[in-house]
T-cell receptor, first 112, second 113 residues
Framework: GENVEQHPSTLSVQEGDSAVIKCTYS??????FPWYKQELGKRPQLIIDIRSNVGEKKDQRIAVTLNKTAKHFSLHITETQPEDSAVYFC???????????FGSGTQLTVLP | DVKVTQSSRYLVKRTGEKVFLECVQD?????MFWYRQDPGLGLRLIYF???????EKGDIPEGYSVSREKKERFSLILESASTNQTSMYLCASCRGQATGELFFGEGSRLTVL
């Protein structure tokens, strides 16, 4: 089955700096890569996703890049703000949500 | 907005007790899921259901069972709770095959003493 590794497990950045979280996956058939954000005490919510037919996707301060050859994808957050502090999970799927495999999570802390 | 509601936010049970975790979604989603969330392990799939009375095992089904008698409701059952089942349990739903976007409940934190 799919295996998703996520690094780093914790990340602290100064407000206004950029943050990058990286994930690698094992199954070359995977074609859907979402990122979920979970604020303290809240439910995980989808913030951005990418499919294997594109290499990069942006949504305001958030971007995701995908390298299918190397089987890794990354989340980039620019101009970080305190409200970006949360746990971020990457995931990979080769079909539908039923086959979704999550990474272990990254605790991002944005320091004021 | 999709709403996924888990009936209990916090539960404390004793070893050997039977535990029911209930989840209800209001968007007529076909698929429903139960995940377990543990620090450093991410979200691990316990069971999922793609239709009423249909269920499939996820990655860690041992010690758990599920029930889906109605489309909007998916229950997780621990027949005999053990201390290693102390965890955060997250229910989720999504429509059809399609987007893959999961809508999560706020979680049920279970402590087994």
């Amino acid at each position: 089955g799919e295996n998703v590794e996520q690094h780093p497990s914790t990340l602290s950045v100064q407000e206004g700096d950029s943050a990058v979280i990286k994930c690698t996956y094992s199954d070359s058939a995977s074609n859907y890569f979402p990122w979920y954000k979970q604020e303290l005490g809240k439910r995980p919510q989808l913030i951005i996703d990418i499919r294997s037919n594109v290499g990069e996707k942006k949504d305001q301060r958030i971007a995701v890049t995908l390298n299918k050859t190397a089987k890794h994808f990354s989340l980039h957050i620019t101009e970080t703000q305190p409200e970006d502090s949360a746990v971020y999970f990457c995931a990979a799927s080769y079909g539908s949500a039923r086959q979704l495999t999550f990474g272990s999570g990254t605790q991002l802390t944005v320091l004021p | 907005d999709v709403k996924v509601t888990q009936s209990s936010r916090y539960l404390v049970k004793r070893t050997g007790e039977k535990v029911f975790l209930e989840c209800v979604q209001d968007m007529d989603h076909e698929n429903m899921f139960w995940y377990r969330q543990d620090p450093g392990l991410g979200l691990r799939l316990i069971y999922f259901s793609y239709d009423v009375k249909m269920k499939e095992k996820g990655d860690i089904p041992e010690g758990y069972s599920v029930s889906r008698e109605k489309k909007e409701r998916f229950s997780l059952i621990l027949e005999s709770a053990s201390t290693n089942q102390t965890s955060m349990y997250l229910c989720a739903s999504c429509r059809g095959q399609a987007t893959g976007e999961l809508f999560f409940g706020e979680g049920s934190r279970l402590t087994v003493l």
